[in-house]
C-alpha cells in the first residue's frame, strides 16, 4: 500500500531490577523509497496475551514478534488513519475506547480469551487440497 514498507528497527529485551528479561520492546519504521515516514514503538510483556502458556525460546519469539507486530501497526495507524476516516469509519481502535464508546462491546481481553477457547474447541479440519492428495495416494 502506498509503496510503502514496514522495517523493524530493533526489539530490545525489557529487563526487570535484578537483570532478568521480561519482555521486548520493538521499533518499526514505515519507509517509503528509503524514507522513514513514520515510525512505532511498542513492548509485549512476557504476561501479555501472545505469551501466556509459552516458555523458553517459544516465549522470547513470541514477545519478540507481538512487539514488532504492534509497533507496525502503530505506525502505520499513525500514517494512515485517515484512510479509515475517508471511508466513514473512526479511526480509533476499540481498545482504546471506553465499553460505551464501544457501543457495549466487550474489552479485548474478553475477545481474545473467547476466542482462544473457541480454537481450542475446534478440531483442525483438513485442506479440500490435502484431502485431495489423499485420496489419490
Same mark, same amino acid.
Request: charged share 25%; hydrophobic share 40%.
Given at each position: 500500500f502506498d509503496n510503502a514498507c514496514p522495517i523493524t528497527e530493533y526489539a530490545n529485551p525489557m529487563l526487570d531490577a535484578k537483570g532478568e528479561v521480561i519482555g521486548y520492546t520493538a521499533k518499526?519504521?514505515?519507509t517509503k523509497r528509503g524514507e522513514v515516514v513514520?515510525?512505532?514503538i511498542m513492548s509485549c510483556g512476557f504476561e501479555e496475551f501472545p505469551c501466556r502458556g509459552r516458555t523458553g525460546i517459544a516465549q522470547?519469539?513470541?514477545a519478540m514478534s507481538a512487539a =514488532?507486530?504492534?509497533a507496525g501497526a502503530k505506525a502505520a495507524r499513525m500514517r494512515y488513519a485517515w484512510v479509515a476516516v475517508l471511508a466513514g469509519f473512526e479511526p480509533t481502535p476499540a481498545a482504546e475506547m471506553s465499553q460505551g464508546?464501544?457501543?457495549g462491546q466487550p474489552e479485548a481481553e474478553d475477545v481474545d480469551e473467547a476466542l482462544a477457547e473457541r480454537d481450542a474447541a475446534q478440531k483442525p479440519r483438513p485442506s479440500k487440497r =490435502?484431502?485431495?492428495i489423499r485420496a489419490r495416494n
Amino acid at each position: 500500500f502506498d509503496n510503502a514498507c514496514p522495517i523493524t528497527e530493533y526489539a530490545n529485551p525489557m529487563l526487570d531490577a535484578k537483570g532478568e528479561v521480561i519482555g521486548y520492546t520493538a521499533k518499526v519504521n514505515i519507509t517509503k523509497r528509503g524514507e522513514v515516514v513514520a515510525s512505532g514503538i511498542m513492548s509485549c510483556g512476557f504476561e501479555e496475551f501472545p505469551c501466556r502458556g509459552r516458555t523458553g525460546i517459544a516465549q522470547h519469539r513470541a514477545a519478540m514478534s507481538a512487539a =514488532a507486530t504492534w509497533a507496525g501497526a502503530k505506525a502505520a495507524r499513525m500514517r494512515y488513519a485517515w484512510v479509515a476516516v475517508l471511508a466513514g469509519f473512526e479511526p480509533t481502535p476499540a481498545a482504546e475506547m471506553s465499553q460505551g464508546e464501544r457501543g457495549g462491546q466487550p474489552e479485548a481481553e474478553d475477545v481474545d480469551e473467547a476466542l482462544a477457547e473457541r480454537d481450542a474447541a475446534q478440531k483442525p479440519r483438513p485442506s479440500k487440497r =490435502a484431502a485431495a492428495i489423499r485420496a489419490r495416494n
